[in-house]
């Protein structure tokens, strides 16, 4: 089991930046691959980062490709997520997420077992 907290959302310019973390309970917190996802309203839960176990391969949805890094500090259980060049269409809560092992691939969110709770991301023109 693993509890996740997220934190860092907030209401930010479009071409600002913000950096998201999420706190992961646990000893084994280096074992979960750990993601992001996100959600407007309206929409479907989309994939946007994610970063394995191990040596920490990671991936990208295209639309955030270049804008965003995801990054893990396994002697802090946190995966963050900066978020540079922000646009309006960024717009949306934010969820972290993890899995036990490595996934190649791009994930659904059916592919992550443990959630956060959530965090607002606004971006305006």
């Known amino acids: 089991q693993v509890q996740l907290v997220e934190s860092g959302g907030g209401s930010v310019q479009a071409g600002g930046s913000l950096r998201l973390s999420c706190a992961a309970s646990?000893?084994?917190?280096?074992?979960?691959?750990m993601g992001w996802f996100r959600q407007a309203p309206g929409k479907e839960r989309e994939f946007v980062a994610h970063?394995?176990?191990?040596?920490?391969?990671?991936n990208y949805a295209d639309s955030v490709k270049d804008r965003f890094t995801i990054s893990r500090d396994n002697a802090k259980n946190t995966v963050y997520l900066q978020m540079n060049s922000l646009k309006p269409e960024d717009t949306a809560v934010y969820y972290c997420a993890a899995r036990g092992g490595i996934f190649i691939g791009r994930p659904r969110p059916a592919d992550y077992g443990y959630w956060g709770q959530g965090t607002q991301v606004t971006v305006s023109l």
């Open positions: 646990g000893r084994t917190f280096e074992t979960y691959t």
């Open positions: 970063i394995n176990t191990g040596i920490g391969r990671t």
